[in-house]
């Protein structure tokens, strides 16, 4: 299934999913968790990239090994350390960025219902909005970052998990590009 596509190796052309969607991921999921006026814009694409890029990743991952088995098996010398330490880096690769992914959909999910509500949420006539919120339902306008579902804790500590996240699997895209373009140029 991931050896080839109409006729030529599978693996230079499904990388090239794996090194887009990924700091794509990454780069949408840090505005996300750092910029909560972005979150009604930034949500879907969001969602869709912590889905897509692991799947990516993971059939970058799978094209490669089927690559090596049918074309390097037996490489040696500088071209079987140089595919070994582009295959190093598949694991970290494929683990980071799953859990990037699944950080990335929790911290959606946990903001996605309060922005919802706010949105929805109006002044009842005869109260003139006297819960302090302004009719709101948030925070106090804080700009839609408000009324979290899990509570603002928890946000804070999914942000920051995402964040930290997002370098890691950035990281890791980098340095496996980086050994791949080696691999094959050097």
């Known amino acids: 299934m991931f050896d080839q ?3 030529l190796p599978a693996h230079p052309l499904i ?14 999921s840090v505005a996300y968790a750092a910029l909560p006026r972005l979150r009604p814009r930034l949500g879907w694409a969001v969602a ?4 897509g890029s692991p ?7 799978q094209s490669g090994e089927s690559l090596k088995a049918a074309r390097f098996a037996t490489a040696e010398g500088e071209l079987a350390t140089m595919i070994a330490a582009h295959q190093g880096f598949a694991n970290p ?4 960025t799953l859990g990037l992914g699944v950080s990335a959909l929790l ?24 819960d302090g919120t ?27 998990l995402t964040v930290v996240l997002a370098l890691v699997a950035a990281y890791y895209v980098f ?9 094959v140029w050097e």
């Not at 799947?55 to 991952?61: E, G, L, N, W, Y």
């Not at 911290?107 to 006297?130: F, N, Q």
Request: glycine share 20%; aromatic share 4%.
């Open 15 to 28: 990388v090239h999913f794996a090194v887009v969607l990924t700091p794509l991921l990454a780069l949408l």
């Open 107 to 130: 911290l959606v999910l946990a903001t996605t219902p309060a922005r919802a509500a706010e949105g929805r949420t109006a002044v009842t006539p005869g109260t003139g909005g006297s």
């Open 5 to 7: 596509v109409l006729g």
């Open 55 to 61: 799947a990516a990743v993971f059939a970058a991952r």
């Open 93 to 96: 690769l494929l683990l980071s």
């Open 134 to 160: 302004g009719g709101s339902g948030g925070s106090g306008g804080s700009g839609g970052s408000g009324g979290d579902r899990f509570g603002r804790a928890t946000t804070v500590a999914l942000s920051a």
């Open 175 to 183: 340095q496996a590009g980086d050994s791949g373009a080696r691999a």
């Open 48 to 51: 869709l990239l912590a889905v």
